[in-house]
């Protein structure tokens, strides 16, 4: 069982949306005294209401916005086709395609995973040469992993692809979890890469590099840690 991803996003969310709120607390009163003592030295009165009322639809917007984000926006996906055009790309590499996806937090999606197969199976359906994925695939500890083997084993490159080329991201090296017990936090990090590596049987380059052949010509993937 994952003990803490149902509590994870929810904690963010409380503390994320009181230290803004606070943020948009204080602007209008801060505000609202320079302009009272601009008021004083112009012998101009100052009404505090109109920057009340810019305080509480400032923080009711936030708490609409935060709360979409939550419920809805968290598993929208969407695809932006980029062309990318090199002087100096091989000739027979010229077409290829590659998918960058990023961030998933798997923390983020017990309880949806049917959500996370979406975009899963719309990655696969663009028939990329190459996927690559820069970091951050849990939120704070290695055991999110398992819960979501069965969705990101599917993920793959067309036949005769290059597969699945990863570097770690910041999450990734756990230093949200374990703060006092630094060999825990390095054992988990290991699990991380062993999963990676051997169970979705992606390229994890640490500060490695992967030649990419066809025929005589070769471009070079390039990962660096964090």
């Known amino acids: 069982p ?17 230290l803004v709120a606070l943020l948009l607390t204080i602007v209008p009163h801060v505000a609202y005294l320079i302009a009272r ?20 639809i400032a923080v009711a917007l936030w708490a609409l916005v935060i709360a979409y984000g ?4 968290r598993f929208r996906h969407e695809v ?39 975009p899963v199976s719309h ?14 695939l849990v939120s704070i500890k290695a055991e999110e992993l398992q819960r979501f083997r069965h969705i990101l084993t599917r993920l793959h490159t067309r036949p005769g692809g290059y597969g699945i080329f990863s570097i770690l991201g910041n ?4 230093p949200y979890a374990y703060k006092d017990n630094p060999r825990q936090r390095s054992a988990d990090r290991r699990q991380l890469v062993a999963f990676e ?25 390039i990962g660096c840690e964090n």
């Open 171 to 174: 999450h990734d090296y756990m």
């Open 123 to 136: 990655i696969n359906s663009l028939n990329p040469d190459i996927i690559c994925f820069t970091g951050d």
């Open 37 to 56: 003592a601009v008021g004083s030295v112009t012998d101009t009165h100052v009404r505090y209401r109109p920057f009340a009322i810019a305080n509480i």
């Open 70 to 73: 939550y419920y809805f926006g």
């Open 2 to 18: 994952v003990t803490h991803s149902k509590s994870t996003p929810m904690q963010f969310l409380v503390i994320s949306f009181f």
């Open 80 to 118: 932006r086709q980029v062309e990318m055009e090199f002087d100096n790309l091989p000739p027979a590499f010229d077409g290829i395609r590659l998918v960058h996806i990023s961030d998933i937090h798997l923390d983020s999606w017990p309880g949806h995973e049917a959500v996370l197969d979406t």
């Open 197 to 221: 590596q051997d169970t979705l049987g992606w390229h994890l380059l640490m500060n490695h590099r992967a030649v990419l052949r066809r025929g005589d010509d070769h471009i070079t993937v």
